[in-house]
């Protein structure tokens, strides 16, 4: 045979035939000229595979990546929901807590979630660069607290191996930080992307654990579990970042059924979040109570493994704060009354008062 060159690897040729434009979407969205200007506002990019889940219209996976008019006729939300920008003390590295770090390392995607709470940046350019970069490293270095970076984007499984592995070996050079992570959505979104030299190069780095980002059960494909048992097998501890998201999995069952799955592929549920109030994004939002409904429905009848933390960004830059469904009534004497899943109440003693 005669000699080839190396041939472009999968995943680049699948994310290079991603859909963008209206046009080859091979479904009819109704002609509309504001489907210009919000394309032109909030990029479109769904690869083959994440297309191949979808069904039909309106159902989770096309919800979650075709664009919708409310995106920009609906006027709600807030252009930087978390105030990331002033907690910015550099571009693209946000230090809010005392102890670790938001490090934005690319600006691309696998799918551009039509919900996502960056979308005022995500897919353009200048979001990320080498400088941000290098001044993100040096940022590190120099702040003796930062024990803990959270490696973010953007996706930062869409840089190449080779600039990947350069930049880990950067971070893990600097004495005082202890762990790394990286948030990543590409195992539910671009699975094909976690090839066994990835994940062996990422098993260099450990203590190095990843976040991902499943938000159905339609999500959790043969395709995805090859990709979470290989980072698996690397050693790699994976945890999920879950959005709700209205009319794509705010309800009990579907979130139950996800999270089981997740276990199954070797996914551990982390976060359940509340949608952020990212403007472009309203049309996702749930009532707060929703997600505490959805945490009542999973305690005790399923596996505490199963059960994420329901969490919600405080708008203005408060952080994450955890909420749980009120089941504990406080008595003088220190002891309290609790409600069970099954809904009966025991009393509790007081101890150690
Ligand atoms: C979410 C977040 C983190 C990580 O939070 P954990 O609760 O430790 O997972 C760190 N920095 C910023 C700015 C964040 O938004
Ligand atoms: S993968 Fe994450 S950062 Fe990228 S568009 Fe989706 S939610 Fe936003």
Same mark, same amino acid.
């Given at each position: 045979m005669p000699a080839q060159k190396r041939k472009r690897s999968h995943w680049r040729r699948l994310l290079s035939e991603s859909v963008t434009t209206l046009e080859d979407l091979p479904l009819h969205l109704p002609k509309d000229d504001r489907f210009r200007k919000l394309l032109h506002q909030y990029p479109m990019r769904i690869n083959p595979y994440y297309l191949g889940l979808m069904g039909q219209k309106d159902d989770p996976i096309y919800r979650q990546c075709v664009p919708d008019l409310e995106e920009i006729s609906n006027p709600n939300g807030l252009e930087d929901p978390l105030d990331e920008e002033g907690r910015s003390?550099?571009?693209?590295?946000? /230090?809010?807590?005392?102890?670790r770090v938001l490090f934005l390392v690319s600006a691309q995607c696998a799918v551009y979630c039509r919900f996502c709470n960056r979308k005022r940046k995500v897919g353009r350019p200048g979001m990320v660069t080498a400088q941000s970069i290098r001044e993100g490293i040096d940022y590190i270095r120099c702040h003796k607290a930062v024990r803990d970076v959270l490696l973010s984007g953007g996706d930062p499984l869409l840089l190449g191996t080779r600039r990947l592995h350069h930049l880990l070996r950067e971070i893990r050079?600097?004495?005082?930080?202890?762990i790394i992570r990286i948030g990543t959505r590409v195992p539910c979104t671009?699975?094909?992307?976690?090839?066994p030299r990835l994940a062996r190069m990422l098993g260099e780095f450990h203590p190095l654990y990843i976040h991902t980002h499943f938000n159905h059960p339609l999500e959790i494909t043969p395709e995805a579990t090859l990709a979470c048992g290989r980072l698996a097998d690397a050693g790699i501890p994976l945890g999920c970042q879950t959005v709700l998201l209205k009319g794509v999995n705010d309800s009990p069952g579907i979130i139950k059924a996800l999270m089981q799955r997740l276990l199954m592929i070797r996914v551990r549920p982390y976060y359940l979040f509340?949608?952020?109030?990212?403007?472009?994004?309203? /049309?996702?939002w749930t009532p707060v109570r929703r997600g505490l409904e959805i945490i009542s429905a999973l305690q005790g009848y399923t596996s505490g493994l199963c059960i994420p933390h329901f969490a919600v960004d405080l708008p203005g830059g408060g952080g994450k704060i955890t909420l749980l469904p009120d089941q504990v009534k406080w008595q003088a004497d220190g002891s309290f009354l609790v409600k069970t899943y099954e809904g009966k109440v025991f009393h509790y003693p007081a101890t150690g008062e």
């Open positions: 003390p550099i571009p693209g590295l946000t /230090h809010r807590y005392p102890d050079r600097i004495p005082h930080v202890e671009l699975p094909q992307r976690i090839t509340q949608g952020d109030l990212a403007k472009g994004t309203a /049309h996702f």
